[in-house]
């Protein structure tokens, strides 16, 4: 089968490690992990594999011209920059592109047009999005018009309000009035039997006063005593039969 150049295509997407160097990578060979022949970030063409080929040091890089590969900053043992250059002289550079590395894991870090273009790209999704939401909830009648229909807005509506309860209808004038009636007579035959001045007090009670029957020989004088006033006292009753008819006299 045909290798696929990975350098010809967009390698932002893509990592690489080789977990053989990572317990063992430090700022001398660092280098020397990153020009492993199956990095795909690697160029084999540039001058560090001339370098390494002919067994030279790095420090004879200053003195070629064409594509080079150094180590730009190093915080060990978690993070390596490594920056590929075209080097036109000694003292001119033109930086192509930084690799970082971060616990082994080699990346391509994205220049500032592609981070530019992504954020747009995000942001004009979200707008896009929008718009279609809000498309889906427009309707239009020729009679009425345009207007908003929400699927949700009703189901939060009666989520949201409370169940209103039936109010009960008020009690008439004859209604009130029967029922004062009625608990006016009852506290009269039953009368509390205990007060409470006020709200947290003991209760008192209440002195009842019986009425003092009179005795049976007093009823009996009185009842006497009546009896003859209303026979005298009443009137005769008028006769019911008619008067005499008067007659003529014969002579």
Avoid at 49 to 59: A, D, F, G, I, S
Avoid at 185 to 200: A, M
Avoid at 201 to 206: A, T
């Amino acid at each position: 089968m045909a290798s696929v150049d990975l350098r010809d295509n967009n390698l932002l997407g893509i990592s690489w490690v080789d977990s053989g160097w990572v317990p063992i990578l430090n700022p001398g060979n660092v280098l020397d992990y990153f020009s492993e022949r199956s990095n795909p970030f690697y160029d084999r063409t540039c001058n560090n594999e001339v370098v390494k080929m002919q067994r030279l040091t790095l420090e004879h890089l200053n003195q070629m011209v064409g594509v080079e590969y150094i180590l730009l900053h190093a915080q060990e043992p978690i993070l390596y920059i490594i920056r590929k250059q075209q080097r036109q002289s000694p003292t001119q550079v033109i930086p192509l592109s930084d690799y970082y590395i971060i616990a082994g894991v080699v990346y391509q870090a994205p220049d500032l047009g592609t981070v530019i273009g992504s954020r747009v790209l995000s942001a004009v999704h979200g707008v896009q999005s929008a718009f279609d939401e809000a498309m889906s909830y427009c309707r239009y009648h020729p009679s009425k018009g345009y207007w908003w229909h929400f699927k949700d807005q009703e189901e939060r509506d009666a989520k949201a309000k409370p169940k209103s309860k039936k109010k009960e209808e008020p009690s008439s004038l004859f209604q009130r009035q029967r029922v004062d009636t009625l608990l006016l007579d009852l506290r009269s035959k039953f009368p509390p039997t205990f007060y409470q001045p006020k709200p947290g007090e003991k209760p008192i009670p209440v002195e009842v006063k019986k009425e003092t029957e009179p005795p049976v020989e007093l009823v009996k004088q009185e009842e006497r005593e009546r009896e003859p006033a209303t026979k005298t006292s009443a009137p005769a009753p008028p006769s019911s039969k008619p008067p005499p008819e008067k007659r003529a006299r014969l002579q």
